[in-house]
């Protein structure tokens, strides 16, 4: 079963900002937040993950509360290419342990 | 870039039908995983192989669905005989067991009629 809880869908304006929210209230102290992407008709995308300190690469930055209970996975300048359904999943990092569980995730729509 | 090879990209059959699915990995990656995600869902786990052997096979229909790894490299996963239900996209997945390793295939889009 999924662990974490998104809204199902989201817009965006081009340019703007998306930030995509994620509840994970039950996460356990070793799990992982990981953030993927899938853009139609295409396999899941890896964007991000961390474990408790805020995380950012080329793609987007990943602010994770004190209490690791949510997250936000920030796209600074969005584009219509990141229209796309995102997936937030928790992961333990054990070896036997490393499949993802996907949820439904949330499809960002990026306006022009 | 190293990536997951998957064919074919779209397979259309009639239902009762055989159909199969093959998978290249990346290249030394021991983990590999295939999934089934339906439209408007997230993928759903129906196998894993660590090697040659499967490690996960819970969500598998083993009445119907079988899936072999034989030389721990590329897997093909079968469907004998297709129903109207198994349509949906077939996705590959391989890991290197590192924070990262985790890489998709574009899938097999599946039509059963």
């Known amino acids: 079963d999924a662990k974490t809880t998104q809204p199902p869908s989201m817009d965006c304006a081009e340019g703007r900002a998306a930030n995509l929210p994620c509840n994970h209230s039950?996460?356990?102290?070793?799990?992982?937040v990981y953030w993927y992407r899938q853009i139609h008709s295409q396999g899941p995308q890896y964007i991000i993950h961390?474990?408790?300190n805020n995380e950012t690469n080329e793609m987007a930055s990943l602010i994770i509360t004190e209490d690791r209970k949510s997250s936000t996975l920030i796209l600074p300048h969005a584009t219509l290419r990141d229209t796309a359904v995102y997936y937030c999943i928790v992961r333990l990092l054990l070896v036997g342990s490393e499949k993802l569980v996907f949820g439904k995730g949330m499809k960002l729509t990026v306006n022009p | 870039e190293a990536e997951v090879a998957q064919s074919p990209r779209y397979k259309i059959t009639e239902k009762s039908q055989a159909v199969a699915f093959w998978c290249d990995p990346i290249s030394g990656h021991a983990t590999l995983y295939w999934y089934r995600q339906i439209l408007g869902q997230g993928p759903e786990l129906l196998v894993q192989f660590q090697d040659e052997s499967v490690v996960d096979d819970s969500q598998l229909p083993k009445d119907r669905f079988s899936a072999e790894r034989l030389k721990g490299v590329d897997s093909t996963l079968k469907i004998q005989p297709a129903e109207l239900g198994d349509s949906a996209m077939y996705l590959c997945?391989?890991?290197?067991?590192?924070?990262?390793?985790?890489?998709f295939g574009s899938g097999t889009r599946l039509t059963v009629v």
């Open positions: 039950t996460i356990s102290g070793n799990e992982y």
């Open positions: 961390g474990l408790k």
């Open positions: 997945a391989s890991s290197s067991g590192t924070v990262h390793g985790y890489t």
